[in-house]
């Protein structure tokens, strides 16, 4: 008998935006843009998805609390997102990839009314600012935004394509 010849097969693709969230207190001291030993383990697995074929860009967002002021927040956003932007490159992410790093300073901030609300009764100044820093801790990090290009399924190639 003859065998049909098998029909060339071509992808269906669909892009998806996923977001790798690392708080500043892991990857950094508070107030500071230096790397910690310690993010390095966990950075080294975002460089290694971030390498994925999958992966068609990536945006790295640094953000800031809502203590100090905007300008000085801004700068340190900028500081964080490029110091793990340089990371990632450093580890084998292809530059190319990299499509922006920006800081957002304390533009997407949240948590600022929750946490003067839940701090106001603590008399002490000190254990209050001490209090307030670690509730606003969320606010301060960096996202990682993976522009990933998945194949959904293959289809038989159309005469043309």
Do not use: W
Request: hydrophobic share 35%; charged share 30%.
């Amino acid at each position: 008998g003859d065998k049909e010849a098998e029909k060339p097969m071509v992808p269906v693709t669909r892009e998806e935006e996923k977001v790798i969230r690392l708080q500043a207190n892991f990857l950094f001291g508070f107030d500071k843009s230096t790397l910690r030993p310690e993010a390095k383990q966990t950075l080294n697995q975002v460089a290694q998805e971030v390498s994925s074929s999958e992966v068609q860009s990536i945006r790295i967002e640094g953000h800031t609390d809502f203590m100090g002021s905007e300008k000085y927040n801004q700068a340190l956003s900028e500081r964080r997102a490029q110091a793990v932007a340089d990371y990632l490159v450093a580890q084998g992410v292809d530059a190319g990839k990299v499509a922006a790093v920006v800081g957002l300073g304390e533009t997407q901030q949240q948590m600022q009314a929750q946490c003067e609300e839940e701090v106001k009764g603590i008399k002490n100044k000190a254990k209050r600012r001490t209090a307030l820093i670690a509730c606003i801790e969320p606010d301060r990090r960096v996202d990682v935004r993976l522009n990933k290009r998945v194949v959904e399924r293959y289809e038989e190639m159309q005469p043309g394509q």
